[in-house]
């Protein structure tokens, strides 16, 4: 803590070379080199300190226009909980570990909705009501309770974010903070029943015509109040299903950006019939996000309709889970069939590609060996293997990954184990570079060079009701 408070609180904004101790407050990350290897222009040097330090030029893209910043392309995802009993002790010791990360070159992060089994008990409600025929109660039931986990991870989200940040900026210096990149997800409203519109006090006209955008303003104005900043440096507008107002959010949120509160737009999950929409309307978003990983690969194949679409617009990526929730790690041993099997169903689900449970574990299977050779060819871990070859797989756009961590929260965890080390481990993916043979295996194995199936009509329930607008 004491490098880290010596390396950020003398900085001067019109001398930027002064402090030796300075590590990535003082360094402007450049654009991609080419490797020692020559196969990848991410960076690949193997005497990286694997502790602290800027990273290699080539870790960063820039994002934003006019107040730009540079943004890693590892990414932090902030796994979020409710506050448990240990009250702000939890909190200090994240604030702790962020600073690891920061010192570590590591300035992008995101508050992850905390990971649920809510759904299971709606689930097996369902399956016993269709057993007595009402179906249609069942399947009435399993929506709202749908909505009702959807509200509870937002709540429980916004409180990590609170408490996180408020911690963060007592123990951190404005200075470094502003280097960083916080990406805030924000949700776009469905459209408003009779009864929530009377709960919520707004009238027919206001749900139905969502033009005004004083919900986004609403919404931006909290997080800014949550994160402590006074601009957001990513907003990511999640894509919900049935709602007609995405076109209408991201209008408020570009002419938020126009007014400074925002540097930077991204998408989440948008399907490429509305991606392209949006595209076409003049929303020059950053990114669109994506969930993909080794066995979860229809959105990260070059030739899908989102992955032409997003070279045909020079659009880049966010992956999220691309780790699979523990599945290609070097832990992966230590996780039960039972939870192997839960880790399937959430994080690895190939609507392009939809197989059984036993044709699962056999894929499964040949990734955990492969990867496992690989990892002894390369001398790093199995996760560096599977984020690596995310990154190097259409680096030239310069997709970026999404890695979760609990930075410590769960505090019972870490009293009497080891400290936290997140940072050295992830420091690895830049040490080494895939040759193409092995990005065209690894590829191989995960069906990412396999053609896509498109499932007919798979965009028919995106509402465009509203694109007259525009």
């Known amino acids: 803590m004491d490098k880290f408070l010596a390396a950020t609180s003398i900085i001067d904004s019109n001398e930027t070379s002064k402090s030796a101790e300075s590590t990535f407050w003082l360094t402007v990350p450049t654009s991609s080199s080419q490797s020692e290897s020559g196969t990848s222009n991410l960076p690949a040097i193997a005497g990286i300190d694997r502790e602290t330090g800027p990273l290699p030029p080539g870790a960063y893209k820039q994002i934003g226009e006019r107040d730009t910043i540079v943004s890693c392309l590892l990414g932090i995802g902030i796994c979020s909980q409710a506050n448990s009993d240990d009250g702000d002790e939890v909190w200090e010791e994240a604030s702790k570990n962020c600073q690891k990360l920061i010192d570590s070159g590591f300035n992008t992060f995101v508050m992850n909705n905390p990971a649920t089994n809510d759904l299971k008990s709606a689930t097996v409600s369902k399956k016993k009501s269709m057993r007595r025929g009402n179906a249609e109660r069942a399947m009435l039931s399993l929506e709202k309770q749908r909505e009702q986990n959807l509200v509870l991870r937002t709540k429980i989200r916004h409180e990590a974010e609170e408490h996180f940040y408020k911690v963060l900026h007592q123990n951190t210096p404005k200075s470094v903070l502003r280097s960083c990149n916080f990406m805030v997800n924000l949700e776009v409203p469905a459209i408003l029943s009779t009864d929530q519109r009377k709960h919520s006090g707004v009238d027919e006209e206001q749900s139905l015509s969502f033009g005004n955008g004083w919900m986004?303003?609403?919404?931006?104005?909290?997080?800014?109040?949550?994160?402590?900043?006074?601009?957001?440096?990513?907003?990511?507008?999640?894509?919900?299903?049935?709602?007609?107002?995405?076109?209408?959010?991201?209008?408020?949120?570009?002419?938020?950006?126009?007014?400074?509160?925002?540097?930077?737009?991204?998408?989440?999950?948008?399907?490429?019939?509305?991606?392209?929409?949006?595209?076409?309307?003049?929303?020059?978003?950053?990114?669109?996000?994506?969930?993909?990983?080794?066995?979860?690969?229809?959105?990260?194949?070059?030739?899908?309709?989102?992955?032409?679409?997003?070279?045909?617009?020079?659009?880049?990526?966010?992956?999220?889970?691309?780790?699979?929730?523990?599945?290609?790690?070097?832990?992966?041993?230590?996780?039960?069939?039972?939870?192997?099997?839960?880790?399937?169903?959430?994080?690895?689900?190939?609507?392009?590609?939809?197989?059984?449970?036993?044709?699962?574990?056999?894929?499964?299977?040949?990734?955990?060996?492969?990867?496992?050779?690989?990892?002894?060819?390369?001398?790093?871990?199995?996760?560096?293997?599977?984020?690596?070859?995310?990154?190097?797989?259409?680096?030239?756009?310069?997709?970026?990954?999404?890695?979760?961590?609990?930075?410590?929260?769960?505090?019972?965890?870490?009293?009497?184990?080891?400290?936290?080390?997140?940072?050295?481990?992830?420091?690895?993916?830049?040490?080494?570079?895939?040759?193409?043979?092995?990005?065209?295996?690894?590829?191989?194995?995960?069906?990412?060079?396999?053609?896509?199936?498109?499932?007919?009509?798979?965009?028919?329930?995106?509402?465009?009701?509203?694109k007259s607008l525009w």
């Open 216 to 466: 986004v303003r609403e919404s931006v104005g909290n997080a800014l109040k949550r994160v402590k900043m006074e601009t957001l440096g990513s907003v990511v507008l999640e894509w919900k299903n049935h709602s007609p107002y995405h076109l209408d959010v991201l209008d408020s949120l570009f002419e938020m950006k126009r007014e400074g509160l925002i540097r930077s737009i991204s998408t989440q999950n948008f399907p490429p019939s509305l991606l392209r929409s949006a595209l076409s309307c003049g929303f020059d978003v950053q990114s669109n996000g994506i969930v993909g990983n080794m066995m979860n690969t229809h959105n990260l194949r070059s030739d899908s309709e989102l992955g032409i679409l997003c070279f045909e617009q020079e659009l880049s990526r966010h992956i999220s889970a691309p780790l699979g929730g523990g599945l290609f790690t070097d832990s992966n041993s230590m996780l039960s069939k039972k939870r192997i099997e839960a880790l399937f169903g959430t994080y690895c689900h190939d609507k392009s590609n939809i197989i059984s449970t036993t044709q699962k574990w056999a894929n499964y299977q040949s990734i955990k060996d492969t990867l496992h050779e690989l990892s002894q060819k390369y001398q790093v871990s199995c996760e560096s293997i599977s984020l690596r070859w995310l990154l190097q797989m259409n680096e030239k756009a310069g997709d970026s990954v999404i890695v979760g961590t609990k930075l410590g929260m769960d505090l019972r965890e870490q009293q009497g184990g080891s400290p936290y080390n997140r940072q050295s481990e992830l420091r690895e993916v830049f040490t080494f570079a895939l040759e193409d043979d092995d990005m065209e295996l690894l590829g191989e194995i995960s069906g990412q060079s396999s053609s896509p199936e498109f499932p007919p009509g798979g965009d028919q329930k995106i509402d465009f009701s509203n």
